[in-house]
């Protein structure tokens, strides 16, 4: 019913910017929230940031002032810019779209397929 198709990951240096984008497509009346959790190995996946369809954002603690959330409602596209990455960023990162379903106007949410980010020297 809905694609998400993720880009921009990567190997990046301590210190080196990455930025993620997220384009969803398919049987979409609105976008209601969209955001971006990560997962690293042997830890559960844990929110990143999100950001609703009026632009409020929300960010883990621990991304706070290094990473920023955007997106664009026309193309359904939801990006994270992130700036002075730690090794401890190290994950796969994960987009996930909360949506209005078209003609069943039925709301629900779906994951992308993943990224991976690696900091390292």
């Known amino acids: 019913q809905v694609q998400l198709v993720e880009s921009g990951g990567g190997l990046v240096q301590p210190g080196g910017s990455l930025r993620l984008s997220c384009a969803a497509s398919?049987?979409?009346?609105?976008?209601?929230?969209m955001g971006w959790y990560r997962q690293a190995p042997g830890k559960q996946r844990e929110l990143v940031a999100t950001i609703t369809s009026g632009g409020t954002t929300n960010y883990a603690d621990s991304v706070k002032g290094r990473f920023t959330i955007s997106r664009d409602n026309a193309k359904n596209t939801v990006y994270l810019l992130m700036n002075s990455l730690k090794p401890e960023d190290t994950a796969v990162y994960y987009c996930?779209?909360?949506?209005?379903?078209?003609?069943?106007?039925?709301?629900?949410?779906?994951w992308g397929q993943g990224t991976q980010v690696t900091v390292s020297s």
């Open positions: 996930n779209v909360d949506v209005i379903l078209a003609v069943t106007i039925i709301r629900d949410d779906f």
């Open positions: 398919g049987n979409i009346f609105s976008t209601v929230v």
